[in-house]
């Protein structure tokens, strides 16, 4: 007995000499690579370690750092063990002085409401409990009138007493649901996803001998990112372009990065370690790309946590950010009984995707300014760099459909520039004159960068009367139309144009389009598309006439004009 009771003695000093020193560290960001679909994020902390085993949890992090992207890089004369994370939920990211403003004035706001609505139901009781006692005497005894009227008189007035602090407590709920409304508007704004849990990076690690090593952890988070955005801006036509690379990059992994610095990347924050296979690459006739404003809108969601995208069906969806800024912010609102009680909290729409193409050779953009980005979801811009760039002015103008001549930049060696596709802003003579897209889907050596509308170059186009005709031959009816386009350069240097137009084409053996004056066209006899091409001095006019005919059966309706659609109030 003596033997075992030693035993239990030592055994609890055995079991403390096994265990870890477990050493917690808490660093900010310290910089960032932001890619078109996530970010790599970077920390790094010196601790100093005991001889044997200890383990070292980087906490404060955020909860959207994906497992597999974990790295950590220490010292020669450290071993590291093993690497672990986890969820904390206890340790939430701490509210701004505002937001914890803003809840503690919806949270009073909600107990006045709580408050009222209990007084509003002691008052409805009170209204229910007089109307079961209608009865003043009983059946056999009758009242006196004088007893008849006191009682009446006491329901008149207790009953305009509950219906007016009725009233009040229900106007007072409904005016405090709206100032709810407003606030909560204002903490999704304010707090974006304030209420996140952060994530710990735990890792074992041993050493011989006493030392001081650092740690330089890094991971990959989802649901942040950065978006292109130019602005192209020249003084006149024959000055260069000025295109100013910048980028709207937005936070939204549960941690504010401040004062970081930041590279960006069209690379792939997921790149596996197996080595890449070539697939075979096909080749086919490309149908033209339309791009008015944003295209291949993609949808994600918050379901997936295991990996950084998930193919579902035809569309990919991944743990994309929820948007304050860019999204709008619905509410759900309960309806009892007529009435609206408080509000539920904000359901938010997901930041909306679109699909890009870009070079398989990555390109990288060392920002040299350090940034600060909360994490808020909100776009924030950054400067890239800005190119100077020569470009030849070309104008195109379609008359039939505006009457306005359209300036294109074309520019040479732009495949050196590691553009990414998205809107560009451009600005002309000092003058904001829209918005354009940047294209890098083309496979010339010329980038065209539309310009806009050139006010100083006039086109018109008018039907000439006495040219148009309509008359029978036999059982046909032939229809002539004739237009001429007047194109004047108002400009103090020569200009190039390209006028367009076009010819109906018959798609019946019994319609017969003729063309009888083009005044050399190129034309296209597949699509009817004419085209002339211009040379314009200073203060030139040209003319161009084009006249055709269609002649069709007599009995049969054919529609010789084309309409577009346009929506109008209807009273």
């Given at each position: 007995m003596k033997s075992f009771f030693i035993c239990l003695t030592l055994f609890p000093f055995i079991t403390s000499a096994q265990q870890n020193d477990e050493i917690k560290v808490k660093t900010p960001v310290s910089s960032v690579i932001l890619y078109l679909d996530g970010a790599e994020v970077s920390q790094s902390k010196q601790v100093a370690l005991n001889p044997g085993r200890t383990?070292?949890?980087?906490?404060?992090?955020?909860?959207?750092l994906i497992s597999k992207s974990i790295q950590i890089n220490t010292g020669s004369d450290v071993t590291i063990l093993s690497v672990s994370d986890k969820?904390?939920?206890?340790?939430?990211r701490k509210e701004t002085l505002r937001t914890r403003q803003l809840n503690d004035s919806v949270e009073t706001l909600t107990d006045a409401n709580t408050q009222a609505q209990q007084d509003l139901d002691a008052f409805n009781q009170e209204k229910q409990m007089l109307g079961k006692n209608e009865a003043i005497g009983g059946q056999e005894k009758g009242v006196s009138v004088a007893e008849l009227k006191l009682a009446a008189d006491f329901y008149r007035a207790r009953l305009k007493d509950i219906h007016a602090e009725t009233f009040k407590l229900q106007k007072k709920i409904d005016k405090n649901n709206e100032i709810l409304m407003r606030l909560q508007d204002q903490l999704a704004e304010q707090a974006g996803e304030g209420d996140l849990p952060t994530a710990e990076v735990s890792v074992l690690v041993t050493c011989a001998a006493k030392t001081t090593t650092t740690f330089d952890l890094k991971y990959v988070v989802k649901e942040s990112g950065w978006s292109p955005s130019y602005d192209l801006t020249t003084e006149d036509v024959n000055k260069p372009i000025e295109l100013k690379y910048r980028a709207k990059v937005y936070n939204t992994s549960g941690v504010d990065w401040n004062d970081v610095k930041i590279k960006l990347s069209t690379a792939d924050p997921m790149q596996s370690a197996s080595k890449p296979e070539l697939q075979a690459w096909y080749l086919n006739f490309?149908?033209?790309?339309?791009?008015?404003?944003?295209?291949?809108?993609?949808?994600?969601?918050?379901?997936?946590?295991?990996?950084?995208?998930k193919q579902q069906g035809d569309?990919?969806?991944?743990?994309a950010p929820v948007s304050i800024a860019q999204s709008q912010t619905l509410y759900d609102v309960e309806v009892v009984n007529g009435k609206k009680?408080?509000?539920?909290?904000?359901?938010?729409?997901?930041?909306?995707?679109?699909?890009?193409?870009?070079?398989?050779?990555?390109?990288?953009?060392?920002?040299?300014?350090?940034?600060?980005?909360?994490?808020?979801?909100?776009?924030?811009?950054?400067?890239v760099t800005t190119y100077n760039l020569n470009a030849s002015f070309q104008y195109y103008s379609?008359?039939?459909?505006?009457?306005?001549?359209?300036?294109?930049?074309?520019?040479?060696?732009?495949?050196?520039?590691?553009?990414?596709?998205?809107?560009?802003?451009?600005?002309?003579?000092?003058?904001?004159?829209?918005?354009s897209y940047i294209n890098t889907r083309s496979v010339d050596d010329t980038l065209s960068l539309s310009f806009g509308r050139d006010k100083k170059i006039v086109v018109t186009r008018t039907k000439l009367k006495d040219f148009n005709s309509e008359r029978s031959i036999g059982s046909?009816?032939?229809?002539?139309?004739?237009?001429?386009?007047?194109?004047k350069n108002n400009r103090k240097a020569p200009i190039q144009i390209e006028l367009e137009d076009q010819l109906p084409v018959s798609q019946n053996s019994e319609i017969v389009v003729e063309a009888i004056e083009l005044s050399k066209a190129e034309r296209?006899?597949?699509?009817?598309?004419?085209?002339?091409?211009?040379?314009?001095?200073p203060d030139e006019t040209k003319k161009i006439i084009l006249t055709y005919s269609v002649k069709y059966p007599k009995n049969k309706s054919v529609d010789l004009f084309k309409h577009k659609s346009k929506a109008r109030a209807k009273f």
């Open positions: 383990t070292v949890t980087f906490t404060g992090l955020s909860p959207k969820i904390n939920f206890l340790n939430t490309n149908s033209p790309a339309l791009y008015n404003g944003y295209q291949n809108t993609l949808s994600y969601n918050n379901a997936n946590t295991d990996g950084f995208y569309q990919m969806q991944s743990n009680n408080s509000p539920k909290k904000p359901t938010q729409a997901a930041i909306q995707y679109e699909e890009v193409q870009i070079s398989e050779l990555s390109a990288e953009f060392d920002i040299k300014q350090t940034y600060s980005v909360p994490s808020d979801a909100r776009p924030y811009i950054v400067d379609v008359p039939k459909i505006e009457k306005d001549a359209f300036m294109l930049a074309r520019i040479t060696g732009w495949e050196d520039l590691d553009l990414v596709e998205g809107p560009a802003n451009v600005y002309f003579g000092g003058t904001y004159v829209g918005q046909n009816r032939k229809v002539t139309y004739s237009y001429e386009m007047v194109i296209n006899e597949l699509n009817g598309q004419l085209s002339w091409k211009l040379s314009l001095a």
